[in-house]
């Protein structure tokens, strides 16, 4: 198999699994366990993670926070333009998806609201475009008004007020993601209380997840597409603590690509350790691509032939992950945003540290 090809990272998803709400309860969620040396798989639920964790573990989540990205807007003679924000390029203007785009054959102004309303030019080579805000009081706090969660296009739904919630991590406090670092979907604060409990140190790194959560990888050969730029920080504290670690010993588990794509463009291979600061990232992960920083992966089930299920077979290994999907479908497990989880690591032994 030929690693390098789109289609080596295909497979076959009824429609019927993809999950169109989240449960109620968050923990509920199915959770498949990977031993990534062996291949050994393990069903269980989320809530019963703490068990495969042991005293002095690193959590990592990723604080970022969701904002009601998407907007509705009306040309002068009335028509309807839905724009998504992805993230801001200057003082008050923003690159943006806007559609129906032949609707804007040229620069012009829509309006949002009474308070809120938009210049837009015209695409980029991307398609993209950039809308300058003109607004009256606070810009987000508008936003939050007007605004739709930017629930992804296959969830064949409209958005509900109790999305505003369950679309958002327990512990997100950062605001700046149009769509959400899914894999933390599933934590509750219980669940996080008994990892801590238990002696794992949860840390804290900040990956405002952008456009190319939204666009497909569209080349043949993947070592020809480009991900597109999205801005991450991570705290001197955070490093100083994954940086002793690394040197102890002890695992660093990542909760969610994001995290991981976050911990591992702050690496600085000259000097063996991981920087702290603020960056654009367009690092882009697969087979072949080494791992510096990661040991074990916290995610949800991706679609096929994305960058995410990409990401999963550098760390799980090509043939662990495809063949942990195929047992994933036939299992029935629920997948995407609000689907169940898999839980990767080189050991998947319950651990018993009271």
């Known amino acids: 198999m030929d690693l390098t090809k789109l289609l080596a990272y295909d497979y076959t998803l009824p429609d019927s699994q993809i999950a169109q709400f989240p449960l109620s309860d968050r923990s509920a969620s199915r959770l498949l366990c990977l031993d990534k040396t062996s291949g050994y798989i393990r069903h269980t639920i989320f809530r019963e993670i703490e068990n495969f964790f042991r005293a002095g573990d690193i959590l990592v989540i990723n604080t970022s926070k969701v904002f009601p990205a998407r907007l509705f807007a009306y040309k002068e003679n009335g028509t309807k333009i839905e724009t998504l924000l992805l993230h801001p390029t200057t003082e008050n203007t923003w690159l943006c998806m806007v559609s129906p785009g032949k609707r804007l054959k040229k620069s012009q102004w829509i309006t949002f ?100 959560t939204f666009l497909p990888v569209k080349t043949e050969c993947i070592l020809e597409h480009r991900m597109h730029k999205e801005h991450c920080f991570i705290d001197p504290s955070v490093a100083e603590v994954l940086n002793a670690a690394k040197l102890a010993g002890q695992r660093i588990i990542a909760v969610g690509t994001t995290s991981v794509r976050t911990l591992e463009s702050f690496w600085n291979e000259e000097l063996g350790m991981l920087n702290s600061g603020n960056k654009w990232t367009d690092i882009f992960i697969h087979p072949g691509k080494k791992l510096n920083v990661v040991n074990a992966l916290i995610t949800n089930f991706h679609l096929p032939q994305s960058t995410l299920i990409m990401l999963v077979c550098a760390i799980a290994g090509y043939n662990q992950t495809m063949h942990a999907y195929k047992v994933a479908v036939d299992e029935g497990y629920r997948f995407f945003s609000y689907g169940d989880a898999m839980f990767i690591a080189d050991s998947i032994e319950e651990v018993d540290d009271k």
């Open 113 to 212: 609201s009474d308070r809120l309303k938009g210049f837009v030019s015209l695409p980029d080579d991307n398609g993209f475009r950039e809308v300058r805000f003109e607004y009256e009081g606070d810009f987000f706090q508008e936003l939050c008004t007007i605004g739709h969660i930017p629930l992804p296009p296959y969830i064949k739904r409209n958005d509900e007020n109790q999305d505003k919630e369950t679309y958002q991590t327990v512990y997100a406090k950062e605001l700046g993601s149009a769509a959400a670092p899914t894999a933390g979907l599933h934590f509750t604060t219980e669940v996080l209380s008994a990892l801590k409990a238990k002696g794992v140190k949860i840390v804290e790194v900040v990956l405002h997840v952008g456009v190319g």
